[in-house]
């Protein structure tokens, strides 16, 4: 079982600005949890496309509940891999993250695409999916609930983030977004949260086969 969440998004910002804006995103002050980022590949490819491999240095601080899970001296830190496809010709950004490390604990893999409209002038459309999976016998669903929280939370920091680094490209604050399906998701997270908390100081079944 895994979890699915998918959003669109329309920037009011032409193509040009937003793929600019996205390798000038960190830092901001939305997402002080993204601690390093380093460029490990770069190449231009035969049909002009840019692609890009960088290495994302993370971390969140972990609720009580979450310490069992990791054996003491274990880094909670988050290392994940960005690929990304730059096509100014069809004038799209598309990116791949995925994390590295505490893969058997959660797992999240996030496609973003960035398109500029055809329809809208001077704004781009955003669409972002994500697949949220844990193999923690007992606790994956959980697990999947509170990770689905927590991404939905942060995707509204890193879209403030692209915001300003948007502003800091034109000179000015302005409001970016037309609108986004996605509100704050911090009161879910802490829901969700909440209910793993439960869940691990509750006994759990012997699983049966048959």
Known sequence: MVKYFSNKTD?????????????QRYPNPF????????VVYREV???NQLFSRRLLTKTNRLPRWAERFFPSGMSRSVYVIEDSIVDPVNRNLITYTWNLNHTTIMSVEERCIFQDSAEEPATTLLKREAWISSSIFGFSRPIQEFGLARFKSNQVKAM????????????????????DSVKDASGKAKEAAKNLASAAASPQKPQQYI
């Open 160 to 179: 403030k983030g692209l915001e300003y680094a948007l502003s800091n490209l034109q000179g000015e604050a302005t409001p970016w977004l037309l609108r």
């Open 45 to 47: 490819t035969g049909d």
């Open 11 to 23: 920037i009011r910002s032409t193509w040009d600005l937003v793929a600019s804006a996205f390798w």
């Open 31 to 38: 997402s002080t949890h993204v601690l390093t980022e380093d």
